[in-house]
């Protein structure tokens, strides 16, 4: 039986501590992996990472989408999640980058649009804005665009 992993706050802190960058970004590969199958896609692995292209995902279409996983520890903000992307912005390498968000074991997939940065909310502000938000939940399937 398969298991949804919930971390508690205690094993968070252990594992922001003593798990090498590698290996969480390990996991979120993994967790990025698994969803995709689960969502019926065809998922293809670079033997090396050196042009910042993670997974390959072959549409329905036939197309094949250039995936970045982002895998994160902690909210910087409290309410959001908050990648940072300037390595890749006008470099033509990624289509997609898939966000794993480690406490709560769930995945966004985020269309690239060549921005520096990416933004999103998991829960209301402080402020109750929800104007220009972009919200995690919105972005739990695969994008189909060619």
Not at 37 to 51: A, E, H, K, T
Not at 112 to 130: E, P, R, V
Request: charged letters at 25%; one cysteine or more.
């Amino acid at each position: 039986m398969v298991q949804s992993t919930r971390w508690n706050k205690a094993n968070l802190v252990l594992w922001r501590i003593c798990l090498h960058s590698l290996n969480k970004g390990a996991l979120g590969e993994l967790a990025v992996q698994k969803d995709l199958i689960r969502q019926g896609y065809n998922v293809y692995v670079p033997i090396v990472d050196i042009d910042q292209v993670d997974l390959v995902v072959e549409l329905n279409s036939g197309a094949m989408k250039r995936v970045q996983v982002k895998t994160v520890m902690q909210l910087k903000r409290g309410t959001a999640i908050e990648v940072n992307l300037t390595k890749y912005k006008n470099r033509n390498r990624i289509d997609v980058v898939a966000v794993y968000y480690l406490p709560k074991d769930i995945i966004a997939y985020y269309p690239y649009d060549n921005s520096h940065a990416l933004s999103l909310a998991i829960t209301t502000g402080k402020n109750n804005q929800t104007k220009g938000r972009k919200w995690f939940y919105s972005y739990e399937r695969f994008p189909e665009f060619s």
